[in-house]
């Protein structure tokens, strides 16, 4: 394979040498951009090829089974109890099973029996539950498993409560002595501090010397205590959008119900009580028209009232007493009403009689109509007696539910109490079809509301004329009317009371509409609850799932107008007949209340003397199980005599009507409008309708219909569709065998049969959506019987196959069109899927358990395939084929029928393969729709049959025969094409398909030839790679595939389908090439690298070729990590999430606890440490800041010159970006040399995934095999060990703890999206990417599929998650988040302690080890500086006092940066207020000392160090603790006097002396503490310690740096950057001593044109450095490329703060260094920053755009100001201040010092007499200053910049009177001029400076007035000469001046000045200057009128007539005046005219 083929990070990974390296790298930047094609290293295959996997059951067969020990013998192959066949009994809602127990039941009703009662049979896979897809792990299951986690001690946590440890507690006070005890000065008081202290206690075998391998033994012992199993349980859940694999197994079938509610009837309670009364409750639906619930019939009358019956009552049967029901709504909606009818026993007297004594008479008047009363109640007895049976209507009301429902309000709107139960996301919607509604005004629910109770007044009497349904709708209407016709009706008023409620979960003592008892039902006496049968206002798709067989009657009315004779109170009676005989009524019609519970006969109520009554009457009847043609419903009309009269008959017969109920065996439903005959019908007369005009026979209206009446079957045995009904019927016939066979009008015989059959099969898709999805269970039944069962007519087989096929797609597809808002996430409808699972079994098969009874075998002989196949079929095989060939019907000669029927016998799964690819376009359509049902059903058929036919024993590749096998084959390759051909049209297709073939091959899997189904796999992937290179849209395709991938990987046996226990065998070298250069690039290990081990670690041939699916998982990862992968933004999260969650759910699998198991699971994932390493340059960056990582790759990667990817770094930080900063050589930077590196470079990872990934690489370290992960970095080349310290560097960044705090301020989710953001914008700064590539990335992220928006069930785009968007989380939350990020943290760090161990152990030996030792190093001080837990830091510091002991000189000799930043660390650590932490810093920092002692009797370089360390400390730390620290210091001092080794030497002396020093500093640090609060003092004290640093220019730099730290955190920026000058001045100080170049700034002397403060870092001089003696200036900074850095940040300081003059001159410094150098990229830099500097202050000459500082002066007084009193400073505030700002903040920060009433401001600027202030308060006199320029400064200051940079004087102004007012009249008004000088320029590097002179002038009036004049004067000049003009402002500068103004106008000034000479000659001077000044404003005013007459519209004429004519005005006046002469002109007075020549001394005066 040609070098340059290969893959880009393939150079990584072949160990090639450097010089090899060069040779690629320059090839491929000159060769062509793709030369550097993906490819894999060792087996020459590449990655984008799938490798021929091994052959998985012939592995297994040549491996013998105890070949592996114990716990890895499970892993070899899947379990024998892997599958099981479960026959799980059908629940059953009723204590009864409901079913009719009739003899002889008809086919039909037989079939349906059986259906509604047959077990479940469900085929179980054992460990299914413990794949990923069907036991995710969730933020609920991870928490779950996060209990009982120990909680990790943090420094960050422990700062609220000083105490953390009991230890601590005795005496953290003691040593916090104040600080006035301690001055500077005085050593022995700190000497006696120190040593009263009491030390932490000491590490007991610190002091001993042990062997190193001991001590790294005995810290290995220590690191693997207590630690957690599984590391991923304490990382985030994998993201619930990527779960493709997530299945749920569908819920059993159940009946369906809506949202239901109870209604129980409490009482009825009328004015009078004569009679019993009689309630019926039902639901109507206003808008759709429709009484939507049956009738539900309840009596509340007394005892009493009830004996009134006692003539007609039997004993009532226990159903008929209920009082309660249970309403079913499915769809709830605000126009559901509860009807309540009201019925009373038939007396004489229309309704309207019967109602007015209920209307007219009043409870509270019964003693007044005691009589009246009497007299009714008599009427009524006898009434009831006479009339008993019958009723009549009497009154009704509604209750509109949506009332009771919003004003009962709801519980909890916002939790579904439904959706709570269920995982989030399973099926979109819980409910199913009925869901529908819930849109708009619809929106109204019943399940929720709380339980009201409510008492009916209003009743409306009936009307007889409007008793119909449609006259209810109409006032039902009405009544949500506010001006209501019915409430202008009289009521009848009673109470009845009634609770609405919704129902419970499963109520006791209920009775379903059948009368049957449901569990629970504890006790058969007590009063039921019954359950309401539902009408839905629209349709319902659930399947039937319980024998139902109910016939509901609803006469609508009679007209009997034109029947001659006394008609007129009519009742209809109904009977169901089984015969003609009065006798064969039968007893199926269910009784109302207080009744027997089925009678044989019922009435209708009587509406008196109504001719053609309406009715509104409901008769249940309960079908009995077989109809048969003679059944009907018998109708006889009676008329009913109310008054007794001798003679007449209580009840006459004047009419007759029947309905048959079977018409060509189909149940009669629907409205009929019958006529009635006078006469009884005659014999026979079942059969006939009435229609048929009877001979001899009498009809009501001369046989015209006169009776309408209608009829309703809710039953799940008659469908009621003609087409469904007629299918079943010849099912059935052929069945039965029953020929002849009537069927409608034609005769059946064995010829037609077949071609009615097929023409039903195809009408099945016409059949209406309703009963066809509620038989849907008993269609596919017959359909999948008809496949494998072809029918026997006349001894020929018919093979149906194809039709019942088609017939069984569309029925398929019509189920799932009507169930569309009942889907699971992946789109599959629940009931089919349900269907397939549960209900679904092979016919004719009685599944009983191995085992037991042996089960029927199924006869699977097929007939021997014919050749007969037709020719259209494109398959061509040579093969035999299936006898379900579609033409062929093969007559197996004389057989009987029973052995020609097993012979046709087929397997289901092996026709439907068959079909499936032989079928038709139109067909192929409807089943690729729903693929995922064929397949499902292809497998469960395949499992029973191996289960039934105990094949599960034979081995896996005799299971199944090939020509199924082939079948197979054949249809998973035209799904995968159809897949890859559809992604771009119909993409929502293409996912389901692919994910259903996924599921397919993974079930495969379980069942057949393993080998054969990954050679499926591959086949699909080799077609998706052809497609992949003319795809317009690879992402899509890829991430397809990347789905399949994942699904396939989600088996449960994952692991064992890898092989994980087959050692790999390494290929024979394919190319000498490859094989020459590996041998020799090992770094650490003297032969060649073990090529086994080198292929685990990444995706080699073997590798991809043994581990199969783990190898496609890996290989989509590196592919998706390709830089030049498409889309790949989107890529990235789904392949790291899939791998992820693969790991996780590892990690949750009790399989693989043991850690032999996991380290062998682990060995499955081992590329992923290369694939990571590679991708490193590309991921976040998690470590912000300038330490940036790369600089490990890049320490090791000497010899590559830090060329392209190579020394490839991530972000160095943002700032130095900004700054065009030093970054390490070979960093991001070096993206922009050339085409070629900035294509290789690929899509950045944000944040999310490159998280994810880190934790990824930490599992598989964290599980790997040791040994294994020893060999590997053993033959790692060194700059691949280079990244990987780099990597595990990342790790420690990635998974730092970011204190409680954090997770109170930020929700996991912000926090994702603002990582993602910051990176974003990162990659902007760092213009990583170009705008247009950000956009197009942008457009792609929003939607990986193209621009196909409308993607209704993706999840990732509709599943928007509402949990993760509350951003308050409660305490406890924000308690465990942060308990297991602590714990995530520390595991994190542990394991890459364990890993970096490992690393050392490894190149102890080799000859590079220094550098990598120094990198190793570099990793773990960043371990001990970031945020860690007590717990590790234990074990960090262990591990670095071992590194520290076995390889003193990496501190000692060479670099002296490695042992600055362990001081520093180690420092930090010995402040800790954890006690732990303390005692094993000071044991490291100690052990560092005696470390550097005995290699060179000294320890000058750690004591340098640790000094400095400890002054940036106390600078930059904020709540850094001395007190602690003091006690780390004593425990050291305690080491030394302890250790008895160094007795002798000078050593324990030194440490005395150090320690005692650190404590002097420590003093000034509690002064800084007392001042944390206030930024001026804070910078004052760190300026003052910086000084007294002078004499070691290392101390003084941290100084520098800490106070720039401190500005910039403050956002002073120039303050910052004069700190960084201050700092870069020091440096060159530094170097002009060391020697002369010319390139090199000559000391500060060359800064000073940047800042004139600068020189004061010229005292470092020779007396004081000897550039060469140990420790001294030898920090990083004391170099040139530390100057660079400086000058730099000064730079970038500068430009933050919008001095840009200065970053010119900063860079005129930088320059020449980098001109020296050559540096051209950094020089480019440069060049560009300069550009935009310049650019932007031309953009902002004017200055106004960058607001530079306000200054103010502000005086201190008072005792209590301590050093401050009667100091005044010249404060610099931020831009913008207004004076009441800073005083405001300077009172309050004082008065929360001081305490209240004890501050004041000083209002005025006058002086102050400190005589006169109270001595107990504290003053603050604030006064706004502007800067001051003598009149020859202006010549140089011209710009905005010169005039507010470099500031040393300030004037302020105060105006007086003699008299003591502040203002007066013009002549006494008098004006003090103050002039303040400071000791420093401005900006300095503080923002206050000491004003050290100070200078006062006295103003007369006079001289007042002429500066006003010059100021109006300037004013106007202003605006005349403005470019552009501005004619508003020019016409208010003109008002203003001549304007008739009142009062101090120019002319009152002129009168009051000039209108006399001054007596006093002095004044002349003045007066003349005056005079001068008004002649100039005249001109200006004439100038500026011109101007105004030039820029006025006509509309402003008369305006400016006007100013003329003021002027004129104020000419005339002040002529006089002007032209006065004065007497003579003095000689200049030299005390008037200030010299500032004079002034000029201050600036070097040294106050």
Not at 1055 to 1081: D, K
Not at 1751 to 1759: A, E, K, L, P, S
Request: glycine share 4%.
């Amino acid at each position: 394979m040609a070098v340059a083929e290969r893959r880009a990070f393939a150079h990584k990974i072949n160990r090639t040498v450097a010089a090899e390296v060069r040779k690629q790298v320059s090839r491929e930047r000159s060769g062509s951009p793709h030369s550097s094609r993906r490819s894999s290293s060792s087996l020459g295959v590449p990655l984008t090829e799938v490798i021929e996997p091994l052959d998985f059951e012939d592995v297994l067969l040549s491996r013998p089974p105890d070949a592996e020990p114990g716990p890895l013998r499970d892993l070899v192959e899947f379990p024998a109890d892997d599958l099981e066949l479960l026959l799980q009994p059908r629940e059953c809602r009723t204590t009864e099973p409901g079913i009719p127990e009739d003899g002889k039941l008809d086919a039909q009703v037989r079939a349906a029996v059986e259906m509604y009662t047959e077990d479940w049979v469900i085929v179980h896979r054992r460990y299914q539950h413990l794949s990923a897809a069907y036991s995710p792990v969730t933020t609920e299951t991870q928490r779950e498993r996060q209990k009982g986690l120990t909680r990790q001690v943090f420094e960050q946590d422990a700062s609220g409560d000083e105490k953390s440890g009991p230890e601590d507690s005795d005496d953290s006070q003691r040593c916090s002595g104040s600080p006035d005890d301690t001055p500077r000065s005085s050593g022995a008081s700190g000497i006696f501090d120190l040593r009263n202290l009491a030390a932490d206690s000491l590490l007991p075998s610190l002091l001993e010397r042990a062997a190193p391998e001991d001590v790294d033994r005995r810290n290995e012992v220590l690191r693997r205590q207590h630690r957690p199993q599984a590391l991923l349980t304490l990382y985030p859940a994998p993201d619930e959008d990527e779960t493709v694999e997530r299945c749920s197994r569908p819920e059993p079938p159940r009946e369906h119900f809506g949202q239901r509610i109870l209604v129980k009837c409490l009482s009825l309670k009328f004015e009078i009580e004569i009679e019993p009364i009689f309630g019926i409750l039902a639901l109507y639906d206003v808008r759709e028209k429709k009484k939507i619930s049956e009738n539900f019939y309840f009596d509340l009358n007394s005892d009493s009232m009830k004996g009134l019956l006692r003539a007609h009552s039997t004993h009532p049967a226990i159903s008929t007493l209920a009082r309660s029901a249970i309403f079913s709504v499915t769809y709830p909606s605000p126009d559901i009403f509860l009807v309540i009818k009201l019925e009373k026993v038939l007396q004489q007297g229309d309704i309207s009689e019967c109602c007015e004594p209920y209307m007219v008479m009043k409870e509270v008047d019964t003693a007044k109509n005691k009589e009246k009363l009497e007299k009714l109640r008599l009427a009524a007895e006898q009434f009831c007696t006479r009339l008993g049976r019958y009723r009549m209507p009497f009154a009704w009301t509604a209750v509109h539910l949506a009332n009771i429902v919003s004003s009962a309000g709801q519980l909890d709107r916002d939790s579904d109490s439904e959706g709570e139960r269920r995982p989030t996301w399973t099926d979109r919607r819980r409910r199913g079809p009925q869901d529908r509604a819930s849109s708009g005004d619809d929106a109204c629910s019943f399940s929720g509301f709380r339980p009201a109770t409510l008492t009916v007044t209003n009743f409306f009497k009936q009307e007889a004329e409007r008793l119909s349904d449609e006259d209810l709708f109409k006032f039902l209407a009405d009544m949500r009317r506010p001006s209501s016709l019915l409430r202008r009706l009289r009521p009848v008023t009673a109470q009845l009371k009634i609770d609405i409620s919704p129902a419970p979960e499963n109520p006791h003592f209920c009775l379903s509409p059948e009368l049957l008892h449901i569990k629970p039902y504890p006790d058969p006496r007590a009063r039921p609850t019954k359950e309401i049968l539902e009408f839905p206002a629209r349709e319902v798709y659930a399947p039937h799932t319980s024998y139902r067989n109910l016939l509901y009657v609803y006469p609508h009315s009679l007209n009997f107008s034109s029947r001659q004779g006394s008609v007129r109170n009519l009742a209809v009676r109904i009977q169901y007949m089984a015969g003609e005989d009065p006798s064969q009524a039968l007893p199926v019609i269910f009784g109302k209340s207080s009744c027997s519970e089925f009678t044989r006969e019922a009435f209708t109520p009587v509406v008196y003397h109504n001719k053609s009554p309406e009715f509104y009457e409901e008769f249940k009847l309960r079908l009995p199980a077989c109809v048969s043609e003679n059944h009907h419903l018998l109708f006889t009309f009676y008329h009913v005599s109310c008054q007794p009269r001798p003679g007449t008959a209580l009840e006459t017969p004047v009419g007759f009507t029947w309905i048959p109920l079977l018409q060509h065996g189909r149940l009669r439903t629907g409205p009929f409008c019958l006529p009635v005959s006078v006469d009884q019908p005659p014999p026979s007369y079942s059969v006939l309708t009435p229609d048929v005009a009877l001979p001899g026979m009498r009809w009501v209206d001369g046989h015209k219909g006169v009776f309408s009446v209608e009829l309703t079957a809710v039953s799940s045995v008659h469908p009621q569709d003609l087409h469904l009904d007629k299918f079943f019927t010849l099912v059935h016939v052929l069945e039965e065998g029953a020929f002849p066979f009537r069927l409608k009008d034609t005769v059946l015989s064995e010829g037609t049969v077949e071609q009615e059959l097929r023409a039903s099969l195809a009408s099945l898709r016409l059949a209406s959506p309703e009963p066809l999805v509620a038989f849907s269970h008993h269609v596919l039944d017959k359909l999948v019987r008809l496949v494998v069962r072809p029918p026997i007519i006349s001894s020929q087989i018919v093979n149906l196959g194809r039709g019942a096929f088609e017939a069984m797609a569309h029925v398929v597809s019509l189920v799932h069109r009507s169930l569309e808002t009942a889907q699971d996430a992946r789109g599959h409808c629940l009931q089919l899927a349900a269907y397939v699972h549960y209900a679904f079994r092979l016919p004719g098969t009685e599944p009983s358990l191995p085992g037991g009874a042996t089960p029927v075998t199924v006869q699977a002989a097929t007939l021997a395939r014919g050749s007969g196949r037709p020719a259209s079929l494109y398959l061509a095989r040579s093969k035999s084929i299936s006898s379900s060939n579609p033409d062929l019907a093969v007559a197996p000669g004389s057989v009987d029928d029973e052995v020609s029927r097993i012979l046709a016998s087929k397997l289901l799964h092996e026709e439907l393969a068959l079909q499936w690819v032989v079928s038709s376009s139109a067909v192929r359509e409807a089943v690729l729709q729903h693929a995922w049902f064929f397949f499902q059903l292809m497998v469960k058929s395949m499992a029973l049959h191996l289960l039934l036919s105990q094949r599960l024993d034979t081995p896996r590749k005799l299971r199944f025969p090939g020509r199924f096998l082939d079948d197979i084959a054949a249809l998973v390759g035209s799904v995968g094409l159809e897949v890859t051909t559809r992604v771009h049209k119909d993409m929502e297709l293409a996912e389901r398909l692919n994910a259903s073939l996924a599921f397919f091959l993974s079930d495969l899997l379980s069942l057949a030839d393993r080998g054969f189904v990954f050679s499926l796999v591959r086949a699909h992937y080799k077609q998706v790679a052809t497609r992949l290179q003319s795809s317009p849209n690879p992402a899509a395709l890829l991430t397809l595939r990347m789905e399949f991938t994942r699904i396939l990987c989600s088996h449960e046996h994952y692991v064992t389908l890898n092989l994980p226990c087959c050692p790999l065998s390494p290929p024979a070298s394919p190319s000498p090439s490859v094989s020459s250069t590996t041998s020799q690039s090992s770094t650490f290990s003297s032969q060649a690298p073990d090529p086994k081990v080198t292929s685990m670690f990444e995706l080699s041939g073997p590798f991809r070729q043994q581990h199969f699916l783990a190898g496609l998982l890996l290989t989509e990862l590196a592919l998706a990590l390709d830089p030049e992968a498409e889309g790949a933004s989107v890529l990235h999260k789904k392949a790291i999430s899939a791998v992820h969650s693969l790991l996780c759910s590892h990690d949750t699998d009790s399989r693989y606890t043991e850690a032999t198991v996991k380290a062998r699971v682990a060995e499955l994932y081992l590329p992923l440490l290369s694939l990571a390493r590679d991708t490193l340059p590309r991921l976040h960056d998690f470590a912000e800041g300038p330490g940036q990582r790369s600089r490990l790759a890049s320490m090791l990667d000497s010899d590559i010159d830090g060329e392209g990817d190579f020394g490839g770094t991530i972000n160095p930080s943002v700032a130095m970006a900004i700054a065009g900063g030093p970054l390490a050589p070979g960093s991001r930077a070096s993206i922009s040399q050339g085409p070629p590196t900035a294509s290789r470079s690929g899509c950045p990872l944000s944040a999310e995934p490159s998280r994810t990934l880190l934790a990824c690489v930490l599992w598989v370290l964290k599980n790997a095999e040791p040994a294994l992960l020893q060999r590997w970095a053993a033959d790692l080349a060194l700059p691949q060990l280079g990244r990987l310290l780099d990597l595990l560097y990342l790790c420690l960044a990635a998974f730092e703890y970011k204190g409680k705090k954090a997770f109170e301020r930020i929700n996991s989710l912000t926090f994702k999206k603002s990582l993602d953001m910051k990176a974003r914008l990162e990659e902007a700064i760092l213009g990583t990417i170009g705008a247009r590539q950000e956009m197009v990335r942008r457009s792609r992220e929003r939607s990986p599929f193209g621009h196909q928006e409308n993607v209704r069930w993706r999840k990732s785009v509709t599943h928007w998650r509402q949990t993760s968007d509350r951003v308050d989380k409660t305490k406890d939350e924000v308690e465990h988040e942060a308990l297991v990020e602590g714990n995530l943290a520390t595991e994190a760090s542990l394991v890459v302690l364990d890993t970096l161990e490992i690393i050392v152990q490894t190149v102890m030996l080799s000859e590079a080890r220094e550098s990598v030792l120094g990198a190793v190093l570099k990793v773990v001080l960043y371990s001990l500086g970031s945020a860690q837990s007590a717990l590790f830091l234990q074990h960090g510091l262990a591990t670095q006092r071992a590194l520290v002991s076995k390889f003193p000189e990496l501190l000692f000799e060479e670099d002296t940066e490695l042992c600055a930043d362990l001081c520093l660390r180690l420092l930090r650590h010995c402040g800790s207020r954890i006690s732990t932490i303390r005692t094993h810093a000071s044991a490291s920092l100690y052990l560092l000392m005696r470390q550097n002692f005995e290699i060179g009797h000294n320890f000058a370089r750690v004591k340098m160090q640790v000094t400095m360390s400890l002054s940036s400390l106390v600078g930059t730390t904020q709540n850094f603790s001395e007190e602690h620290l003091r006690r780390s210091l004593k425990t050291i001092l305690t080491y030394a006097e302890e250790d008895v080794g160094l007795r002798d030497s000078t050593f324990a002396e030194q440490v005395q002396d150090l320690m005692f020093n650190l404590h002097m500093i420590l003093t000034d640090t509690v002064k800084m503490k007392e001042h944390q609060e206030d930024p001026e003092m804070l910078i004052d004290l760190m300026y003052r310690i910086a000084r007294g640093y002078q004499g070691s220019p290392d101390l003084r730099l941290t100084w520098l740096q800490n106070m720039a730290g401190k500005h910039a955190e403050l956002g002073n920026h120039a303050e910052a950057a004069q700190c960084m000058l201050h700092a870069a001045a020091l440096v060159a100080e530094y170097l002009a001593l060391l020697e002369d170049r010319r390139h090199l700034p000559v000391g500060c002397v060359s800064f000073q044109n940047i800042s004139s403060n600068v020189l004061e870092e010229s005292a470092i001089s020779d007396d004081i450095l000897s550039p060469d003696e140990e420790g001294f200036c030898s920090g990083k900074h004391f170099t040139e490329l530390g100057l660079v850095g400086l000058l730099e940040q000064a730079a970038t300081y500068f430009t933050m703060g919008g001095l840009y003059e200065a970053v010119n001159e900063v860079y005129k410094n930088l320059i020449p260094i980098l001109e020296a150098h050559r540096d051209y990229k950094k020089l480019a830099a440069v060049h560009g920053k300069l550009q935009e500097a310049f650019t932007k202050i031309m953009h902002q000459s004017s200055g106004w755009e960058r607001m530079f500082g306000t200054y103010f002066r502000v005086g201190f007084y008072g005792t209590r100001f301590g050093d401050l009193d009667e100091q005044e400073f010249v404060y610099k505030e931020p831009s913008i201040t207004k004076l009441a700002e800073i005083s405001h903040r300077l009172e309050e920060f004082y008065t929360e010092r001081f305490g209240d009433d004890v501050v004041e401001i000083i209002k005025d600027s006058n002086p102050v007499d400190k005589s006169k202030l109270d001595p107990q308060k504290a003053y603050i006199q604030i006064t706004y200053v502007e800067p001051y320029f003598d009149t020859y400064e202006l010549k140089d200051r011209v710009t905005y910049f010169d005039r507010n940079y470099g500031l040393r004087t300030f004037l302020f102004c105060t105006p007086f009177t003699p008299d003591g007012r502040a203002h007066g009249e013009l002549h006494e008004q008098h004006k003090r001029k103050t002039l303040l000088s400071t000791d420093h320029a401005f900006p300095y590097i503080k923002t206050r400076i000491r004003v050290c002179h100070r200078e006062e002038t006295v103003l007369m009036p006079v001289e007042v007035a002429i500066e006003d004049m010059q100021k109006k004067t300037r004013e106007l000049a202003f605006a005349t000469e403005q470019e552009p003009p501005d004619a508003k402002m020019l016409q208010m500068v003109l008002q203003g001046s001549v304007g008739p103004t009142v009062n101090q106008g120019p002319l009152e000034v002129a009168q009051v000045f000039l209108a006399e000479i001054p007596e006093d000659p002095k004044l002349f001077r003045h007066h003349n200057k005056l005079r001068l000044c008004f002649k100039d404003f005249c001109k200006r005013c004439e100038d500026a009128l011109r101007k105004n007459k030039a820029l006025i519209g006509p509309d402003q004429k008369e305006y400016h007539r006007e100013l003329e004519r003021n002027y004129g005005r104020l000419r005339e006046a002040l002529q006089p005046l002007l032209t006065q002469r004065l007497p003579q002109l003095l000689a200049p007075t030299p005390t008037s005219l200030r010299n500032s020549l004079n002034r000029a001394s201050f600036r070097k005066a040294d106050l």
